[in-house]
């Protein structure tokens, strides 16, 4: 593919987003006395923190929708070709392809080999749809990090809380 090629690719990509998700064990030390000062405390939220997948599409000099996804997540609730199709293809990708096309006749379909875009269905869709897929679709995995949004396991979990230190004194 040579550099005026890559202008017809568009590039798609989920994201889980977590919000207020603490991953693992906060450590916090103090000094006699300080246990109840605010700034020695870790505020907690009693119910499950907020989840979100959102799906979206680039390509150069042009930008398609943000999508918020419907994902129960969870054993058996992931996202399956079903979903894929349903929430994504059917709508955001046909409309945002129909009018690239017209501008960008060698459109071409970028999407990592998550599970969900390898399956027979989503195949079928996209053939059944003359949706055509970039070459680049093919290559294995491991070289899917040439996607301006980075590599999919970077992404699978973004979280929007601050990086917390492991360990923290509240001394000044």
């Known amino acids: 593919m040579g550099n005026a090629d890559w202008e017809d690719v568009a590039w798609s990509d989920e994201a889980y987003v977590c919000l207020d998700d603490k991953k693992g064990r906060v450590w916090v030390t103090r000094r006699p006395g300080e246990e109840l000062l605010d700034e020695c405390c870790v505020p907690t939220v009693p119910q499950s923190p907020i989840r979100v997948m959102v799906w979206g599409i680039i390509m150069k000099n042009a930008k398609g929708p943000l999508l918020t996804l419907e994902y129960p997540g969870g054993r058996g609730g992931g996202m399956t070709a079903r979903r894929y199709i349903d929430q994504v293809l059917e ?5 945002f392809h129909a009018k690239m096309k017209r501008s960008r006749p060698n ?9 969900s875009h390898r399956a027979k269905l989503t ?50």
């Open 91 to 95: 709508g955001a990708l046909v409309s």
């Open 107 to 115: 459109f071409r379909f970028q999407q990592d080999g998550t599970a």
């Open 123 to 172: 195949k079928k869709w996209l053939d059944e749809h003359d949706v055509p897929i970039s070459p680049i679709h093919r290559l294995p995995r491991t070289f899917l990090p040439l996607s301006p949004f980075g590599t999919s396991s970077r992404l699978a979990s973004v979280t929007t809380s601050p990086v917390r230190p492991r360990r923290r004194s509240c001394a000044t």
